[in-house]
């Protein structure tokens, strides 16, 4: 006889566990620099492709992992209500688009930028390693709340704990989370990655712009700014992202160092960091540091790090 809607064994622990099987390890899917702080007049913005891609995943998820259970059931695996099926999936599924734009976020407030020291990676992983636990908790939460109100409409009770035990339930969401988490921030950073390499592609002069016009236009998603090179005083690599500190101000754009580097080489900027540009013209003086490295005073009295290895392109 099949098992009635929230009763017996679908409300078990174990039955739970077979109908969500694999529900939370497939789904896939920056930022202020060592100076200058957060952007100012750019940041963090909702991005409809990725966020696209992981709902189109989430579906796929759900019906595969839903209809795998249910035929299971009738094909001597566990017995489950089909609706219980199909609500412990997208239960599960909605929750994680709806935390997927904090993935997307934290990734961008802290990208793994090549730059990084032993201590820097550290931080990193310890971040998003919080970042993974916040978003298993919220997500448990929501997927539990949805699951209890399915229960009432159906006229049952669901329960989350196992045998009135909430931490091994939540310890088995919690692996699953991470991967999910790690899966939907590997797809947000692989987004980054595409349109910061197609910003620097767009690196030129307008078209339309006179022959003696030399500002620099800027891309950052749909928006363009342009900027006279003479005005930037350093420009800093930040993941995915550049920051370009003019007259006080951090705008931030998709590109890479390299990218911008090529383009200003010709307006007097140089390395002086293998994560920063410098504009000489704007540097007032520069003195080596106890540990040999470079401090690079600028003509409005702040200051940018060096590293002593591209001390030669400074003094020639």
């Known amino acids: 006889m099949p098992l009635v809607f929230g009763q017996g064994p679908p409300c078990d622990w174990d039955r739970q566990q077979k109908a969500s099987k ?5 789904m896939s899917g920056d930022v202020s620099g060592t100076s200058g ?20 995943v989430g579906v796929v998820v759900a019906v595969v992992d839903a209809t795998s259970v249910i035929m ?3 094909t001597g695996g566990a017995a489950i209500d089909p609706r219980a099926a199909w609500l412990f999936e997208v239960s599960s599924v909605l929750m994680v688009v709806a935390l997927a734009p904090f993935v997307g976020w934290m990734m961008w407030r802290v990208p793994p930028r090549v730059d990084l020291t032993p201590a820097g990676w550290t931080r990193f992983a310890g971040l998003h390693l919080a970042g993974a636990f916040l978003f298993s908790v919220v997500h448990v939460v929501g997927m539990a709340a949805i699951r209890i109100a399915g229960y009432e409409v159906a006229g049952h009770h669901y329960d989350f704990a196992y045998r009135g035990d909430l931490l091994l339930p939540f310890f088995y969401e919690l692996r699953k989370d991470v991967l999910t988490y790690a899966a939907v921030a590997a797809g947000y950073w692989a987004w980054g990655y595409w349109q910061a390499q197609r910003a620097a592609q767009a690196l030129t002069v307008p078209a339309s712009a006179p022959a ?3 500002r620099i236009e800027i891309r950052d998603g749909a928006r363009v ?18 920051e370009i500190h003019v007259a006080g101000f951090t705008h931030l754009a998709r590109g890479t160092l390299a990218g911008f580097e090529l383009r200003l080489a010709p307006h007097g900027f140089v390395r002086v960091h293998r994560s920063r540009l410098v504009n000489r013209a704007r540097i ?22 060096g590293s002593r290895r591209y001390r030669t392109a400074l003094e020639t």
């Open 22 to 26: 694999g529900q939370g390890a497939v």
């Open 37 to 56: 702080g957060k952007a100012v007049t750019s940041g963090w913005r909702f991005e409809w492709p990725p966020f696209a891609l992981i709902c189109a």
């Open 72 to 74: 299971e059931s009738q």
């Open 212 to 214: 003696t016009d030399s």
């Open 225 to 242: 700014r342009l900027v006279d090179p003479a005005e930037i005083a350093w420009v800093e690599a930040a993941g995915n992202y550049v």
């Open 284 to 305: 007032a003086v520069f003195k080596p540091t106890p540990s040999g490295d470079l401090e690079i005073t600028l003509d409005d009295g702040r200051t940018v790090a």
